[in-house]
Structures are given as structure tokens and as C-alpha cells.
């Protein structure tokens, strides 16, 4: 079992910025890629970015050049600085973190955190 933990959401203007960090603890040996999701009301959980466990990263399009997803290994932590923030950008927040089996993906959820972002 994979445990993640995120912090770092909060309230911010337009233009700003803010870091989000995940906590992952457990069975970490199985992770081989981590990931953040956003869910805005009414709409479906999108991927936001991920980063491989050989520091490959993968971004939306609507984050490009804004965001960038970064990992600590020694500290079991990833995190997601979002700079020039939109108000677009308004959602629920969730860490992912995905195992590879050999019978399919095992995603592991933390429990979201708010990020709104003003006008």
C-alpha cells in the first residue's frame, strides 16, 4: 500500500504563485510515476502533470511554461510549482502516485487540496 499526502493549496490572485507538495509513504519502492490531477466543479479529474521515477515529465497544455512538476526521491516528496496562476486554474488538487503491475496500473489518491485563484 502507497499513502500520499498533499499540502499547499490556499487562495491566491491571478498572477500568482503557489507550490504544492505531496507526501508519499509506504510501499514507495513500487511507485514509478507520480502525478498531480485537478477536478474543477462540474467537470472531470484531468491530468495536470506527472513525473516518471527517471525524471521524465509530462505536462497538459493549458500549464505549459507555467507549471513544472518536480520529485525528491530521497524525500519521498513531489511537488508543483504553479506560477502566473489564471483564474482558470481553480480547482481541487489531487497527488497521484501509479505502480505498474504486470495486470495493470495501481493509483494511489490523497485526499485533494483547494486551490482557488481570484480575479
Same mark, same amino acid.
Request: aromatic share 10%.
Given at each position: 500500500?502507497?499513502?500520499?499526502?498533499?499540502?499547499?493549496?490556499?487562495?491566491?490572485?491571478?498572477?500568482?504563485?503557489?507550490?504544492?507538495?505531496?507526501?508519499a509513504s509506504g510501499s514507495i519502492?513500487?511507485? &514509478?510515476?507520480?502525478?498531480?490531477?485537478?477536478?474543477?466543479?462540474?467537470?472531470?479529474?484531468?491530468?495536470?502533470?506527472?513525473?516518471?521515477?527517471?525524471?521524465s515529465t509530462n505536462y497538459a497544455?493549458?500549464?505549459?511554461?507555467?507549471? !513544472?512538476?518536480?520529485?525528491?526521491?530521497?524525500? &519521498?516528496?513531489?511537488?508543483?510549482?504553479?506560477?502566473?496562476?489564471?483564474?482558470?486554474? !481553480?480547482?481541487?488538487?489531487?497527488?497521484?502516485?501509479?505502480?505498474?503491475?504486470?495486470?495493470?496500473?495501481?493509483?494511489?489518491?490523497?485526499?485533494?487540496?483547494?486551490? !482557488?485563484?481570484?480575479?
Amino acid at each position: 500500500q502507497v499513502q500520499v499526502v498533499e499540502s499547499g493549496g490556499g487562495l491566491v490572485q491571478a498572477g500568482g504563485s503557489l507550490r504544492l507538495s505531496c507526501a508519499a509513504s509506504g510501499s514507495i519502492f513500487s511507485i &514509478n510515476v507520480m502525478g498531480w490531477y485537478r477536478q474543477a466543479p462540474g467537470k472531470q479529474r484531468e491530468l495536470v502533470a506527472a513525473i516518471t521515477s527517471g525524471g521524465s515529465t509530462n505536462y497538459a497544455d493549458s500549464v505549459k511554461g507555467r507549471f !513544472t512538476i518536480s520529485r525528491d526521491n530521497g524525500k &519521498n516528496m513531489v511537488y508543483l510549482q504553479m506560477n502566473s496562476l489564471k483564474p482558470e486554474d !481553480t480547482a481541487v488538487y489531487y497527488c497521484n502516485a501509479r505502480a505498474l503491475r504486470s495486470w495493470g496500473p495501481d493509483d494511489y489518491w490523497g485526499q485533494g487540496t483547494q486551490v !482557488t485563484v481570484s480575479s
